[in-house]
């Protein structure tokens, strides 16, 4: 018996749904890919990149990793970065955090969690740079406010990186979003940080996110 069958007969399914809706649809898709966008997400389960914002296979470029987190030396990240950038050609890069996750909570509890706790460091430099605000707040805040003060932390890294700069360079239009994923409601907002030029660079960390 064939293991995990029931995930292969929801993909012929599938299959046979995006056909009839769209008959020749894999055919086409086949023939290569132009997504507009590159999306770096959380790898949660409950976040599923294309469906959260209505989007077909072919539009939307993805990498995700625990708490969707840019580090300059994630040769993983680079090379989704340089290859949506420079050979795709993509117009937008969505940073897109939610609250509630894992790896933010996890990053402001002392206890160890393994050989994740090197990832989740970079988090806690965040919390460390932000302490007085964040100690102001009560737990539940304070856990809202990391996950979008991780957002607008990686949209500051992205824009540093040399894949981006050289794309403004080249005159190649480029923006940098971050947004929050709200998973009690299945809502996206916008943390107001779009950077798409390298005369903003210093804006993302003047930006006032608020807590409504
Ligand atoms: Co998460």
């Known amino acids: 018996m064939k293991l995990l069958q029931h995930?292969?007969?929801?993909?012929?399914?599938?299959?046979?749904?995006?056909?009839?809706e769209n008959p020749g649809f894999f055919q086409r898709l086949a023939?290569?890919?132009?997504?507009?966008?590159?999306?770096?997400?959380?790898?949660?389960?409950?976040?599923?990149?294309?469906?959260?914002v209505g989007l077909m296979p072919g539009e939307l470029f993805v990498h995700r990793n625990?708490?969707?987190l840019v580090i300059h030396t994630?040769?993983?990240?680079?090379?989704?970065l340089q290859y949506a950038v420079e050979v795709l050609q993509v117009k937008h890069v969505i940073i897109c955090g939610h609250y509630g996750c894992g790896g933010?909570?996890?990053?402001?509890?002392g206890e160890s969690l393994g050989l994740i706790d090197n990832w989740l460091r970079f988090i806690k430099d965040i919390y460390h740079r932000?302490?007085?605000l964040l100690d102001s707040l009560d737990e539940?805040?304070?856990?809202d406010r990391l996950c979008e003060l991780n957002v607008i932390q990686q949209v500051a890294n992205l824009v540093h990186t040399t894949i981006v700069q050289d794309a403004w360079q080249r005159g190649q239009n480029?923006?940098?979003h971050g947004w929050i994923y709200d998973i009690k409601d299945g809502k996206l907002r916008d943390l107001n940080v779009c950077i798409s030029a390298p005369e903003q660079l210093n804006e993302v960390y003047r930006m006032d996110v608020r807590i409504d």
């Open 7 to 20: 995930l292969f007969e929801n993909n012929h399914r599938w299959v046979e749904e995006v056909e009839t």
């Open 31 to 52: 023939q290569g890919q132009s997504p507009e966008y590159l999306w770096i997400g959380c790898s949660d389960s409950r976040i599923p990149a294309n469906e959260v």
């Open 66 to 68: 625990v708490a969707n």
């Open 74 to 80: 994630d040769m993983s990240l680079l090379s989704v």
């Open 104 to 109: 933010v909570m996890g990053a402001m509890k």
């Open 130 to 132: 932000n302490e007085e």
């Open 140 to 143: 539940q805040h304070k856990a």
């Open 174 to 176: 480029l923006a940098v």
